[in-house]
């Protein structure tokens, strides 16, 4: 899976989005910048996604996945989103 990655250049971005009444939206971006994201990759995302609680009335609308090429990613979106690294990371993190 580290190989995918690495060949993809796969980068992972969190977009949030406030709405009115203290609600907001979150999305999560996955940028192939070498073309598309394997799928292998997002079949292995899919499946975390689908193993995430859901509901428990939470500000937070969790929207999913969004995956793109760093051609069809728009500069909004983008922007608008902060990327997603080891930064977020602790020590026994395993991210492939």
């Known amino acids: 899976m580290q190989e995918l990655l690495a060949d993809a250049g796969v980068e992972f971005r969190l977009r949030f989005q406030a709405h009115a009444h203290g609600v907001g ?10 073309g598309r994201v394997p799928q292998p990759i997002v079949d292995k995302i899919d499946e975390w996604w689908a193993a995430l609680p859901k509901g428990g009335g939470s500000p937070v609308v969790l929207l999913g996945c969004r995956y793109g090429t760093s051609e069809e990613v728009t500069m909004s ?20």
């Open 25 to 34: 939206s979150c999305e999560m971006l996955v940028v192939g910048r070498r």
């Open 77 to 96: 979106e983008y922007l608008g989103s902060v990327l997603l690294d080891d930064r977020f990371l602790g020590e026994d993190a395993d991210i492939a």
